[in-house]
């Protein structure tokens, strides 16, 4: 590991919640920091996705990487031009108003990011794609939400292959056109954005490895949650790995 002071920092986007359904908090799972951490040699810092107390300018400086992470709360479908229904779920709109154009500046200045589920979500909606309220009741898709019942363990684990495309990029990083992974969500990509490369399907053709055409950072984007046992997993630590990399990458820069 690097010493403490010349690692880069990484801004893992965090949700709100309750403390004993009582304390508003904000909140990010600890797996995300000890990936970020462990994997990827960088400083996990939480940031409270809040336009009310930061700003996408600000964050950047102060950043120089970010950590788009899941959460229970979905994207509003105003963000993707749809009216909300009962299948879209809860929403944080407070999120949504960080995220997306934070996305759509580090695609345009080339800083990199990672994106996790409703992360992977962000990025396609940020880049005018659209979303699935609820993808199992599509013809033909499998139920990818977490189980409802059992132990961490059960909930992460590894539950479907994901296909990618030879020779693209995720391919090139595992070293495998297939890949094991797990599965904890209930919508996903209806409509690519248009500038969204899709290079990794599950089984049902439920699309699971994107990444941003044309970028010039890192904009890597999974539907999976390879933060869960990230150190030991073969496909998540390459994926932290190769994140890490290029955080370092743009960090050197900046200091140059």
């Avoid at 990083?173 to 297939?178: I, K, T």
Wanted: proline share 9%; hydrophobic share 40%.
């Amino acid at each position: 590991m690097a010493s403490a002071a010349h690692r880069p920092v990484v801004g893992i986007i965090g949700n709100r919640g309750l403390l004993n359904d009582h304390y508003p908090i904000h909140e990010g799972g600890q797996m995300n920091s000890c990936a970020v951490a462990r994997v990827s040699d960088c400083i996990p810092l939480l940031i409270p996705a809040d336009p009310e107390m930061v700003a996408v300018e600000e964050l950047m400086e102060v950043c120089d990487g970010f950590l788009f992470t899941g959460g229970r709360p979905n994207i509003h479908p105003e963000e993707y031009g749809e009216a909300p229904t009962e299948k879209h779920g809860a929403f944080d709109r407070a999120r949504d108003a960080i995220t997306l154009p934070l996305v759509r500046a580090c695609v345009e200045r080339g800083q990199p990011f990672f994106g996790i589920c409703r992360g992977f979500q962000e990025v396609n909606v940020a880049m005018g794609g659209t979303l699935h309220p609820e993808i199992r009741e599509l013809p033909g898709r499998m139920n990818h939400r977490m189980p409802p019942d059992g132990t961490l363990e059960e909930s992460f684990a590894l539950r479907h292959k994901v296909h990618l495309e030879p020779g693209g990029r995720f391919a090139q990083l595992f070293g495998a056109d297939e890949v094991l992974t797990n599965t904890l969500h209930g919508q996903g990509i209806c409509q690519p954005g248009p500038r969204i490369v899709i290079e990794g399907r599950a089984e049902d053709g439920t699309p699971e490895a994107i990444y941003v055409k044309d970028a010039p950072g890192f904009t890597m984007a999974v539907q999976w949650h390879p933060e869960w046992n990230a150190a030991q997993d073969p496909v998540s630590r390459p994926l932290f790995e190769a994140f890490g990399n290029a955080v370092r990458d743009w960090a050197a820069a900046k200091r140059s």
